[in-house]
C-alpha cells in the first residue's frame, strides 16, 4: 500500500495515464491525492475528471483557480479565456455529472501517514492560519458549494480585496479571500498580504514580499505542506515543504511524490509531458 500526492494535471490526460502507469497505481491498494488544477490549458480535460471520479475512493482531488474557473464558465458567470480549452468538457454528454463530482472537492485536506500529518493545499497557506484553520476555512468553502446558492457563490467570488484575512470577515469578503488563499497565492508582504501580480520563480520575490511559505512565523511553519499551482517554482522538497507542478502543460513533467512509511521517506516520480501551451 502506498501514498500518492500528484502535482497539476491541467487536461494532460495522456500524461496522468502515463503516470499511473509508473507507478503501479492499484486502487485496492494505493491511496492518490491531486493538489487542484485538474483541468485547463492541456488538451483532454473530460478523460482527466472522469479517471479521477472513477476511481473516487482511492483518488482524492482538490479544488485549484482552474478548476473553480471551469465551474464559473459552466455556469455563465465567467467569459471563457482564450488560453481555455474546455469546450470539449463542456460539450460532453457526461459533463453535468463530471461538474457536480468536481464542485463537491474540497479545497485543503489533511492524511495521517506514519504517525504524522500531511497538509494539501493548491496554492498556499495564510501566516496567521494553523493547520486546524486552513481546514476550517476550507470547509466554509466546500459548504458554499455543496449548498443551494452555489452559482451566487462563484459570481461573487473574483477580485483582490480584501487582500488580507481578518477574522472579522463576513459574507463574500470572508470566502474570497479564503479562496484567493487557497488556490491563488504565491507571494505575500510579512504581515499576510497577498499579491497578485506577480508569477516568479521565489528566488525573485516582488520588493516586500515573500513566498507565502517564507515568512516569518508562519502558524503552520514545521508541518509537511504539499502544494502545487506555482510552475516557476518548480520541484521543491523540503523538510516542511513539498511543490509539485513541476509545468506539465508548459512541456515540463507531470511529478508525484511517494511516501515510505513515514512522511520523511519520500521520493518524485516523473513523466515528460508534450508541451500543450506556450508560456507567456
Known amino acids: 500500500m502506498a501514498l500518492y500526492c500528484v502535482g497539476d494535471i491541467q487536461g494532460c490526460a495522456d500524461a496522468f495515464d502515463r503516470l499511473l502507469a509508473e507507478i503501479d497505481f492499484s486502487p485496492s491498494r494505493d491511496t492518490l491525492y491531486v493538489l487542484g488544477d485538474l483541468v485547463n490549458r492541456g488538451p483532454d480535460s473530460a478523460t482527466v475528471l472522469r479517471r479521477c471520479a472513477a476511481l473516487e475512493g482511492s483518488v482524492f482531488a482538490l479544488l485549484g483557480n482552474h478548476d473553480l474557473h471551469l465551474l464559473a464558465v459552466a455556469q455563465g458567470v465567467r467569459p471563457p479565456s482564450r488560453r481555455d480549452t474546455l469546450d470539449a468538457l463542456l460539450q460532453a454528454p457526461d459533463c453535468r455529472a463530471l461538474l457536480t463530482w468536481l464542485r463537491r472537492q474540497p479545497l485543503a485536506r489533511a492524511v495521517g501517514h506514519g504517525?504524522?500529518?500531511?497538509?494539501?493545499?493548491?496554492?498556499?497557506?495564510?501566516?496567521q492560519w494553523s493547520r486546524e484553520d486552513t481546514l476550517a476555512r476550507a470547509a466554509e468553502i466546500h459548504a458554499a458549494l455543496d449548498g443551494p446558492h452555489w452559482p451566487d457563490?462563484?459570481?461573487?467570488?473574483?477580485g483582490n480585496a480584501p487582500d488580507r484575512w481578518s477574522a472579522t470577515l463576513r459574507g463574500d469578503d470572508r470566502l474570497r479571500v479564503?479562496?484567493?488563499?487557497?488556490?491563488?497565492?504565491?507571494?505575500?508582504?510579512?504581515?499576510?498580504?497577498?499579491?497578485?501580480?506577480?508569477?516568479?520563480?521565489?528566488?525573485?520575490?516582488?520588493?516586500?514580499?515573500?513566498?507565502?511559505?517564507?515568512?516569518?512565523?508562519?502558524?503552520?511553519?514545521?508541518e509537511l505542506i504539499a502544494f502545487?499551482?506555482?510552475?516557476t517554482l518548480g520541484w521543491m522538497n523540503r523538510p516542511d515543504l513539498l511543490a509539485l507542478d513541476t509545468g506539465c502543460v508548459w512541456g515540463g513533467s507531470l511529478s508525484a511524490v511517494r511516501f515510505g512509511p513515514t512522511l520523511a521517506a519520500?521520493?518524485?516520480?516523473?513523466?515528460?509531458?508534450?508541451?500543450a501551451q506556450q508560456p507567456g
Not at 266 to 275: H, N
Request: glycine content about 8%; proline content about 8%.
Open 115 to 127: 504517525g504524522s500529518t500531511l497538509l494539501l493545499v493548491h496554492a498556499g497557506v495564510l501566516p
Open 153 to 158: 457563490f462563484l459570481q461573487h467570488m473574483y
Open 266 to 275: 519520500r521520493e518524485q516520480i516523473k513523466v515528460r509531458c508534450a508541451q
Open 178 to 222: 479564503i479562496v484567493n488563499a487557497l488556490t491563488r497565492l504565491r507571494f505575500c508582504s510579512p504581515e499576510g498580504a497577498m499579491d497578485f501580480s506577480s508569477n516568479e520563480s521565489a528566488s525573485a520575490p516582488p520588493d516586500g514580499l515573500l513566498p507565502w511559505f517564507d515568512v516569518p512565523g508562519r502558524r503552520t511553519r514545521g
Open 228 to 231: 502545487g499551482h506555482w510552475s
